[in-house]
C-alpha cells in the first residue's frame, strides 16, 4: 500500500488536435504526442499516461490505447506506459488482461493500467452501449478483471459478461509484472472513488476538480482502503494517489500566462456541453462551476498550476500538503504549440522535479 518514496511525475495524453494545424487524416496529432512522449522519457519523466477516446477531433483520438502502448514500447528505453484510462464499460476484460499483460512483455515490465467508467455519452452512443449503467458494468468487469490477472482463468457469467477460461486454456501471455501490472481507477464520484479503496486500486484523479476536493476525495479513498480484503493487498497500485493536472512551466509567471491563457480558456469549452456528462465527476460535483467562470486567474488560484519554476514548485508543495498525491500527471491542451510545449517539459523536468522528488 503507497509506497512513499517520493513523488513521481508523469504526462497525461488525451492525443486531442488542435484542428487548425492538424488537420485530417492527423498523423500529425500522432507525431507530435509521440515526439513528446520520447521527450519525456529522455528527460526522465516517470509516466506517459494515454487516454482513450473516440468520435470527436474536438477531443481525443485515440481508439486503442494497448496499440499506441506498444508502439511506444519499443520507442521508449525507462518510461512506464500506462492507460489513463481504458474505458472499461466499452471494453472486454479479457482483451484487457491479454493486451495489458502482451504490451508489459513487448516494453520489459513497463506497462500500468488505467481504467474508469467514462463520461462522455456519444462515446457510448458509438458502441451501442448502454451510458446511465456505465458503473454498474464497470463493478461487474473489475472483480473479474482481477481473478483473470490473478488465476489467468476465469468461469464466469453475470449480467454483462460470460467468461469461461479454465480447463487445457488460460490467458497468455503472462506479464512480467507480478502479480499483475499496476492497477488504477479513475473516480470523480465518491461511489467509484470508494470502489477503488476497497478493491485496491490506485486512484487516479482529474484535472478539472479543486485542491480542496482533491483533499476530500483522497480522504474517501484512504478510508476505503482499510476495507479492501487480504486477497486484494498485492496490486502494485494499492495506496497510490494519481493526480491529473494542467501544468506549464516559463522563465515567469507572466509568461506562463501569455503563452497558456487564450490556449487554455479554448480547451475548456471542449469539456463541458451536451457531449460531456461530467469530467470525471467534475461537473456533477460542482469542483469548478461553470457559471462562476472558469477563467485563469479562478483556475490558477484553486486548480491548475501554471508558472515560474518557483510558483510551480510552491503549487506542487501544496497539493501535496493536502492530499498526500504519490505521482503527479501533467496534462496540457494543444494549443500551446509543439515547442512551447517541449520547453514546458524540458523546464519542469530541470527545474520543478529535482526540488519535489
Same mark, same amino acid.
Given at each position: 500500500?503507497?509506497?512513499?518514496?517520493?513523488?513521481?511525475?508523469?504526462?497525461?495524453?488525451?492525443?486531442?488536435?488542435?484542428?487548425?494545424?492538424?488537420?485530417?487524416?492527423?498523423?500529425?496529432?500522432?507525431?507530435?504526442?509521440?515526439?513528446?512522449?520520447?521527450?519525456?522519457?529522455?528527460?526522465?519523466?516517470?509516466?506517459?499516461?494515454?487516454?482513450?477516446?473516440?468520435?470527436?477531433?474536438?477531443?481525443?483520438?485515440?481508439?486503442?490505447?494497448?496499440?499506441?502502448?506498444?508502439?511506444?514500447?519499443?520507442?521508449?528505453?525507462?518510461?512506464?506506459?500506462?492507460?489513463?484510462?481504458?474505458?472499461?464499460?466499452?471494453?472486454?476484460?479479457?482483451?484487457?488482461?491479454?493486451?495489458?499483460?502482451?504490451?508489459?512483455?513487448?516494453?520489459?515490465?513497463?506497462?500500468?493500467?488505467?481504467?474508469?467508467?467514462?463520461?462522455?455519452?456519444?462515446?457510448?452512443?458509438?458502441?451501442?452501449?448502454?451510458?446511465?449503467?456505465?458503473?454498474?458494468?464497470?463493478?461487474?468487469?473489475?472483480?473479474?478483471?482481477?481473478?483473470?490477472?490473478?488465476?489467468?482463468?476465469?468461469?464466469?457469467?453475470?449480467?454483462?459478461?460470460?467468461?469461461?477460461?479454465?480447463?487445457?486454456?488460460?490467458?497468455?501471455?503472462?506479464?512480467?509484472?507480478?502479480?499483475?501490472?499496476?492497477?488504477?481507477?479513475?473516480?470523480?464520484?465518491?461511489?467509484?472513488?470508494?470502489?477503488?479503496?476497497?478493491?485496491?486500486?490506485?486512484?487516479?484523479?482529474?484535472?478539472?476538480?479543486?485542491?480542496?476536493?482533491?483533499?476530500?476525495?483522497?480522504?474517501?479513498?484512504?478510508?476505503?482502503?482499510? +476495507? #479492501?480484503? =487480504? /486477497?486484494? *493487498?498485492?496490486?502494485?497500485?494499492? $495506496?497510490? %494517489?494519481?493526480?491529473?493536472?494542467?501544468?506549464?512551466? &516559463? +522563465? #515567469?509567471? =507572466? /509568461?506562463? *500566462?501569455?503563452?497558456?491563457?487564450? $490556449?487554455? %480558456?479554448?480547451?475548456?469549452?471542449?469539456?463541458?456541453? &451536451?457531449? #460531456?456528462?461530467?469530467?470525471?465527476?467534475?461537473?456533477?460535483?460542482?469542483?469548478?462551476?461553470?457559471?462562476?467562470?472558469?477563467?485563469?486567474? &479562478?483556475?490558477?488560484?484553486?486548480?491548475?498550476?501554471?508558472?515560474?519554476?518557483?510558483?510551480?514548485?510552491?503549487?506542487?508543495?501544496?497539493?501535496?500538503?493536502?492530499?498526500?498525491?504519490?505521482?503527479?500527471?501533467?496534462?496540457?491542451?494543444?494549443?500551446?504549440?509543439?515547442?512551447?510545449?517541449?520547453?514546458?517539459?524540458?523546464?519542469?523536468?530541470?527545474?520543478?522535479?529535482?526540488?519535489?522528488?
Amino acid at each position: 500500500m503507497g509506497k512513499r518514496t517520493g513523488m513521481e511525475f508523469g504526462i497525461l495524453f488525451t492525443s486531442h488536435p488542435d484542428p487548425e494545424v492538424e488537420t485530417y487524416p492527423h498523423q500529425t496529432v500522432h507525431a507530435r504526442v509521440t515526439r513528446e512522449v520520447m521527450r519525456a522519457d529522455a528527460l526522465g519523466f516517470d509516466f506517459a499516461w494515454i487516454a482513450e477516446h473516440h468520435f470527436s477531433n474536438k477531443y481525443g483520438i485515440m481508439p486503442d490505447v494497448f496499440v499506441y502502448a506498444g508502439h511506444l514500447a519499443g520507442l521508449t528505453k525507462r518510461i512506464k506506459i500506462g492507460t489513463g484510462v481504458v474505458t472499461l464499460p466499452l471494453a472486454n476484460p479479457v482483451r484487457v488482461v491479454e493486451n495489458a499483460a502482451f504490451v508489459d512483455v513487448l516494453s520489459g515490465g513497463r506497462m500500468a493500467v488505467g481504467l474508469g467508467s467514462g463520461y462522455r455519452e456519444y462515446e457510448f452512443d458509438g458502441f451501442g452501449q448502454d451510458f446511465e449503467g456505465r458503473r454498474d458494468v464497470q463493478e461487474e468487469a473489475l472483480p473479474l478483471l482481477l481473478d483473470l490477472f490473478k488465476t489467468k482463468r476465469a468461469d464466469f457469467s453475470g449480467r454483462h459478461f460470460r467468461v469461461k477460461v479454465d480447463g487445457d486454456y488460460e490467458i497468455f501471455p503472462h506479464p512480467i509484472q507480478s502479480p499483475h501490472p499496476p492497477l488504477y481507477l479513475a473516480g470523480g464520484t465518491d461511489r467509484s472513488i470508494g470502489v477503488a479503496g476497497r478493491m485496491g486500486f490506485g486512484l487516479m484523479l482529474s484535472t478539472l476538480t479543486t485542491f480542496e476536493e482533491l483533499a476530500r476525495q483522497v480522504g474517501v479513498y484512504r478510508r476505503h482502503l482499510e +476495507e #479492501t480484503p =487480504e /486477497k486484494l *493487498r498485492d496490486n502494485p497500485a494499492r $495506496g497510490d %494517489v494519481d493526480i491529473a493536472r494542467w501544468v506549464y512551466v &516559463a +522563465e #515567469t509567471d =507572466e /509568461k506562463a *500566462r501569455r503563452d497558456s491563457e487564450a $490556449g487554455l %480558456v479554448r480547451h475548456l469549452g471542449h469539456f463541458f456541453g &451536451a457531449q #460531456t456528462s461530467g469530467y470525471l465527476g467534475q461537473v456533477s460535483t460542482g469542483s469548478a462551476s461553470v457559471s462562476a467562470g472558469l477563467n485563469y486567474d &479562478a483556475l490558477s488560484e484553486s486548480t491548475i498550476i501554471h508558472g515560474s519554476p518557483e510558483t510551480v514548485v510552491a503549487k506542487i508543495r501544496r497539493l501535496d500538503e493536502m492530499t498526500g498525491l504519490t505521482s503527479l500527471m501533467l496534462h496540457y491542451p494543444p494549443y500551446y504549440g509543439p515547442d512551447n510545449t517541449l520547453a514546458s517539459l524540458d523546464l519542469f523536468a530541470r527545474e520543478v522535479a529535482p526540488r519535489l522528488r
